[in-house]
Structure formats: structure tokens, C-alpha cells
């Protein structure tokens, strides 16, 4: 995955020579990223009935970004496990 991240940082200027004068001004930073992924899940479903099922399992994500000018720092980074649960009512 690519993407370009920018980055807003508002400034506020106030000169007080005759007459005083205030302003504002926004400096942009383009931050572009690499990302990889990988989302994972198992599931089983149990019957309950003629016409539903009670599905659970678990998911499994792994995502990181790097950005492109800093070669090594880390942009995001998100890992971890999680229970899932479900029902499913065949019409």
C-alpha cells in the first residue's frame, strides 16, 4: 500500500508596531508512506436451529507503515488478536 500523509501546522504572527497587526498561517508537510497487511481470521459456525447459526472464531491483524524519506521509522504499526462472534439467520 501507498499513501502521502499531510501534515497541517498552524502558526499565529502578532507584530505590535503601529498599528498592530495579527495573521495566521499554515505550513503543509507531504509525509509519503509504504504500508503491508495482513489480516488473518478463523470461524466456525454452530447450528442452533433450523435456520441460524452461532458463529465465533478469532482475527488476527499485522499492519505497519514506513515513511519514505526516514528509511526505518516507523509511520504506524498495529498487531494483535481478537475474539469474534456472530449470528446468522438463513431466510
Known sequence: MRGVQYT????FQFLCAPPCVSSTHTL?????????QVDLSAR???RISKNAELLYGV??????AHYDDFPGQ???RN???APTIGFRLRL
Open 8 to 11: 497541517r501546522i498552524p502558526t
Open 28 to 36: 503543509t508537510f507531504a509525509d509519503p508512506e509504504n504500508a503491508a
Open 44 to 46: 466456525i459456525a454452530h
Open 59 to 64: 482475527r488476527y491483524l499485522n499492519y505497519s
Open 74 to 76: 516507523i509511520a504506524d
Open 79 to 81: 498487531v494483535g488478536f
